[in-house]
């Protein structure tokens, strides 16, 4: 599903190089749920907005489904995250002008979905959330606009899910039950994910647990 | 501390200096401007007269004003002797005629300037033997060459050159036709000065250094008894000129306070968004022990130094607008301005700037009373933006009003027009605020727009925090006075032109004489002209005495208002009440007592402003001849009809005997070819008769309208301006947060084309709702001018009505999207590290 060869990525900080990303392998199978750790500043970031196609690598290929992301142009990109694509962000990120149910909505009506609303109603209601869906994201606390980020992320139904710190916001007791929620999404739906997380408790959940040191993959092993 | 505090955070004080920048910009241009404009005239005083001075009057000179004048030949004076007047000129086959401004002179003129002559040969020697000397605009109207022949009155004059520069003549902008210069002896033997004509005799005198013009001309002034004839010396040459543009000037320096109060409105919305973002350190301040005394007057030094730094870039922005006013003048000048540094302009430009940065600053700067210490700890009290208590805010915006009550009154030279102005202009923002802000409350309450651009364009305008009802006040507000100007000017022409029904006289004849009055008619109707014609006398008279009171002896106010008075009136006789007029007290004479008493009927405004009431006496002096009359009614009288109107009509035995020639207004056969018939046959018939054709009058009307509203225009578009700066100013607060929403719309799909379609509607929908607001408050405004102030029926045209919001939502569009396409531009990686 997910097919990482050789991908590197340079900035440059006041005139000199800084490499981000070594080299990176990674083949992610239809289904599989990878969690990628490591400390502060080991590129765990960088590579999740590669694989989502939201910069460009300085060398490598990333393919999504068997689409190749280096080449695509800006609005290609967008259209094939659109179909393609999930996301959780650690601080939600819902748009603050549109009310719940309209956030939820968004990636369906991106693709021209006429019965948006009432499906992004409908997961609402999942992510128990059915008396929510006319508040603006200001009139919600954080467990529940993570809630309401989780029901976007699922709403199109996309076979690829990318999550950066999805619980890094929330505490304990909310966190846990946003977790709770996106593995009974992942489980209902099969989506293959990619999560970004600090936390050891979470990475355990994962198939799979892909620990970076210095934009090189240290260890890549099974879970469990 | 404060420079160190400017240090980050400076591209948004960018339009903290911007904002100024464009009010003191167009101050200065004005204020530079007009002062050269002043060293200019006062500079070429003498040539502007072509003499010392002058002895105007109405009247030929008598006997007695002509030997006052040539006292002083023996200390070396000379003279010269001059008529002005309009008259016909024509082809000598009469197929085709012009009105012209004829100059006929006698004597050594001029003293001072150039006259420009083509060919450059002595001005005597080619009026000599019955030459005249033409603007080359009368040749090509005539279709006639240098060296043919060309008919004045009852003669035909040979064209012996032609004028290409006159230095006494006023701007081109307000002549009635080409001038044509002539010998004096000319003019009598061709018969041009009847009765009826309206002559302007001059007497140029030109003084040798050791006599001083302002001793002799009190002197003269003094000497002479006939109050008709007025002695002016160069330093006060064309006063009428100069008293249009120092009025031009004071309006167009007042209409500045527009811009500058938009600036400063610009300025309050920079220092509320850059206080926004040191709210952690006026914070951390404040932690530290610092006073919020102390950390105010940190962010006034740094206030006082952004309004320096921006009022001297706006002396830049002056430099160039004084640069470029001339162009737009153009014609209105009667002479040429160069465009020099003016010091007091300048310094004027910088305290005004500076003085309304701090007025403006006064109210967001308060909010530093409402910072917290603890919100460096708490980060959620961070969120609520900190307003000051109720009574500090009241007590900031009464000293916000004095002020600016303060600068209009010092820009406008009168307390009294400061106040109403500030007070017009504050009226102004309230309604385009209260108007915003319902149209935002409209929106807000629109069902949720199905398409998704439209909802989260839409959406930008009415979410919390947004800027948009500040931003379509100070556009509205620009939007509003080019509304006021565009609907004012197209009613006033709409009024002279289009509005005059098919049936209105098109042609006003003016000099006819008694024995020509049955000829004429006799002629209308040869050129089927006759239907809808009238003839009324007239005779030239000016007033002696008003309710008992002496007009030699009343105090006047201003100059204007003594000329309003002493001037010459055309008046009439009449038996019955004229279309138009409305009597509005007393009551209107039978033809029996018009033959009996010597009454008078008097125009509304003029019987106010003389304070005149029904029985009081009113006494005319008719070239010398004193007639009493008594006011038996006040009219109320439609100007805007064409037609001659009078401000006094008498009974006719009041004018028995006075010497009269009459005027007609009539219409000719439709098309040019009627009109140009009907105006050949009248001046092959009676050379003395001057025809004006309405749609000339009325092409040059519309000329100069359009001059002077251009000039206008000009400034209103620096508010405008300062509107946009505004605009961008916002767009820059809101940035951050647009990055991060396109970041995410992207993330999620969205394409560029998705995120442009939401920017345009949004702006689009502030560009519409503030271009609307603006152009209602301007329509309503203009309304207010035309049929409050002028009189003039309202009609708004719908292509201006429409147009002008459509024109603002492009405009706002254009900056909107422009300012913004980086930001769709931008990679979104950023917005999932959280950063």
Known sequence: MIEIVGLTKTLYSGGHPLQILHGIDLLVPAGEFVAIMGPSGSGKSTLLGLIAGLDTPTSGSVKLAGQELVGLGEDALARLRGRTLGF????????????????????????????????ARALLATVGLAERGHHLPGQLSGGEQQRVALARAFVAEPP????????????????????????????????????????????????????????????????G | MAVREVRTGWQRLLFFLLSIAVGVGALVGIASFSANLEGAIRREARTLMAADL?????????????????????????????AEMPSMAARTDGSRTQLVELKALRGDYPFYGELVLEPARPLAELLADGGIVVEEALLLQLHVAVGERVKLGSRSFRVAGLLRREPDRVAAAFSLGPRVLMALGDVESAGLITVGSRVRHKLLLALPPQLDVAAVTSELDAALADERVQVRSFEAAQPTLRLFL???????????????????????????????????????????????????????????????????LGLGLGALIQQVLPRVVGELLPVEVVGEFVPAAALEGLAVGVVTALLFCLLP?????????????????????????????????????????????????SWWLGAIFVGGVAAALLVLGVASAAGLALLRRLPRARSLSVRQGLGNLTRPGSQAAAVMVSLGLGVAVIAQIQLVQSGLLARVADDAPADAPNFFFVGILPDQVEPFRALLAAQGALEGHR???????????????????????????ARSVTREFAITWQDALPPGNEVVAGTWWSPEAAGRESWVSVEESLARRLELEVGEELVFDIQGVRVATTVESVRAVDWGQLQTNFMFILTARALAGAPTSWAATARSRPGPEGRRALQAAVIAAMPNVTAIDAAEVIERVQALVDRIAGVIRFMAGASVLAGLVILAGSIAATRFRRVREAAIFKALGATRGVLLRSLAIEYAGLGLVAGTVGTVVGAGLAWAVLTLVLGIPWHAPIGVMLGLPV????????????????VIAEKPLAVLRGE
Do not use: Y
């Not at chain 1, 709770?180 to 408790?201: E, F, S, W």
């Not at chain 2, 006997?63 to 003279?79: I, L, N, P, V, Y």
């Not at chain 2, 000037?249 to 500045?256: G, S, V």
């Open chain 2, 365 to 413: 700067l308060l909010a530093i009373r409402g910072v917290a210490p603890a919100q460096i700890l708490r980060r959620e009290l961070a969120a609520i933006p900190p307003v000051a208590d109720r009574r500090a805010r009241v007590l900031a915006l009464i000293v916000l009003g004095g002020g600016l009550v303060g600068l209009a009154a010092w820009l406008a030279g």
């Open chain 2, 807 to 822: 024109v603002t939502a492009g405009l706002t569009v254009l900056v909107g999207v422009g300012a913004l396409l980086g």
């Open chain 1, 88 to 119: 959780v962000f650690q601080s939600f990120h819902l748009i603050p002008t549109l009310t719940a149910e309209e956030n939820v909505a968004v990636p369906l009506e991106l693709r021209g979905d006429r019965d948006a609303r009432p499906r």
């Open chain 1, 160 to 223: 690829i899910l990318l999550a950066d710190e999805p619980t890094g916001n929330l505490d304990s007791a909310t966190g846990e039950r946003v977790l709770a929620l996106l593995a009974d999404l992942r489980a209902r739906t099969g989506t293959t994910m990619v999560l970004v997380t600090h936390d050891a408790g979470l990475a355990a959940r994962a198939d799979r647990v892909v620990t970076l040191k210095d934009g090189r993959i240290d260890s890549d092993r099974r879970a």
């Open chain 2, 246 to 312: 120092a009025r031009m000037r004071d309006f167009l320096r007042l209409a500045t306070l527009v811009t500058l109060v938009l600036g400063g409105l610009g300025v309050a919305q920079s220092i509320r968004v850059f206080l926004q973002q040191k709210q952690d350190t006026v914070a951390i301040l404040k932690v530290l022990g610092a006073s919020t005394g102390e950390v105010t007057a940190v962010f006034v030094v740094q206030c006082l130094g952004l309004a320096l730094l921006g009022s001297g």
């Open chain 2, 54 to 82: 002058e002895l105007t009057s109405s009247q030929p000179f008598d006997a007695e004003t002509r030997a006052a004048a040539a006292a002083w030949d023996d200390e070396g004076a000379r003279a010269a002797e001059l």
């Open chain 2, 535 to 561: 003839l009324v006398p007239i005779v030239q008279a000016r007033l002696a005495r008003v309710g008992g009171r002496e007009v030699a002896e009343m105090q006047f106010a201003s100059e204007s208002q």
